[in-house]
């Protein structure tokens, strides 16, 4: 991995992820976020860490609290 991997994703990889955030799942499910992990060239955990801070500051910007149980629960 190169040392841009070390203190976030590369602008291209950024760039793969807030599409997928926006167009397609904010809640990937494990294959799912798998595949975005491949595509991004990123590991399942970065992608997995990088998808949880992501909803927090979309939940955020949106007014509601940065962690919410689903309306099941």
């Given at each position: 991995?190169?040392?841009?991997?070390?203190?976030?994703?590369?602008?291209?990889?950024?760039?793969?992820?807030?599409?997928?955030?926006?167009?397609?799942?904010?809640?990937?499910?494990?294959?799912?976020?798998?595949?975005?992990?491949?595509e991004?060239?990123?590991?399942?955990?970065?992608?997995?860490?990088?998808?949880?801070?992501?909803?927090?500051?979309?939940r955020?910007?949106?007014?509601?609290?940065?962690?919410?149980?689903?309306?099941?629960?």
């Open positions: 991995m190169s040392a841009e991997t070390a203190s976030g994703p590369t602008e291209d990889q950024v760039e793969i992820l807030e599409y997928n955030f926006n167009k397609v799942n904010k809640h990937p499910d494990p294959t799912t976020l798998c595949l975005i992990a491949a991004a060239g990123l590991s399942e955990e970065e992608t997995q860490k990088w998808f949880k801070q992501r909803l927090a500051q979309w955020q910007s949106e007014g509601l609290p940065s962690e919410c149980r689903s309306v099941t629960d």
